[in-house]
């Protein structure tokens, strides 16, 4: 009767175990989407697939500069989803051709989005396709990052950087290529 009862507890915690992991390959994708969303999917896949950049570095950028909050304000007075300043929206309008442009309209999420895209893929270009000095430079300036590789300020390891001066950038572009990695394996049809 004992080894029976004690058969009978290994199957149960064997079989609790199969549910287990069946929830998480099952349900897991589902969870991990509503953690990483894609809202605003029509815009973020227009103005990536304009500035031939990918979607998921979009959102990647998105979630780690405004957690997908519109109106959101920094401390720098970065606004919007991808966090833009009033004189680099200026300039990005200018560049664009958008006339009347003011501040309060990097809250609309399209203009946000669009701006954001073109400017992420001005610094790809500028960077030579680099995208972890175009995500430096995204958070700490293009002219930063300029100087940073001229003094030789940035610590690399293959051509991955391992090292900024600036360590709220070194903790930024960690957390976009995590977020990135996520994004990339949740959406490989945005990639």
């Not at 690399?156 to 360590?167: F, G, V």
Request: a positive charge; glycine letters at 8%; aromatic letters at 14%.
């Amino acid at each position: 009767m004992r080894i029976i009862a004690c058969h009978k507890k290994r199957l149960s915690y064997i079989g609790g175990i199969l549910i287990f992991f069946i929830l998480v390959f099952a349900v897991g994708p589902a969870i991990l989407r509503s953690m990483f969303p894609t809202p605003h999917l029509g815009f973020v896949e227009k103005y990536a697939r304009d500035n031939r950049i990918k979607a998921t570095m979009v959102y990647a950028v998105i979630k780690a500069e405004s957690g997908f909050r519109s109106s959101v304000v920094s401390p720098k007075g970065a606004v919007g989803l991808m966090q833009i300043t009033e004189p680099t929206g200026e300039w990005i309008a200018s560049e664009l051709g958008v006339h009347g442009f003011t501040a309060d309209a990097l809250t609309d999420p399209e203009l946000n989005i669009m701006f954001g895209c073109w400017y992420l893929s001005y610094l790809l270009k500028r960077f030579n396709g680099n995208s972890e000095l175009a995500l430096a430079a995204y958070n700490a300036g293009e002219g930063t990052v300029n100087r940073w590789l001229d003094s030789g300020a940035i610590e690399w390891k293959d051509s991955r950087i391992i090292s900024l001066p600036y360590k709220e950038t070194e903790q930024y572009l960690v957390r976009v290529n995590r977020i990135y990695f996520v994004y990339k394996t949740l959406y490989p049809e945005l990639d």
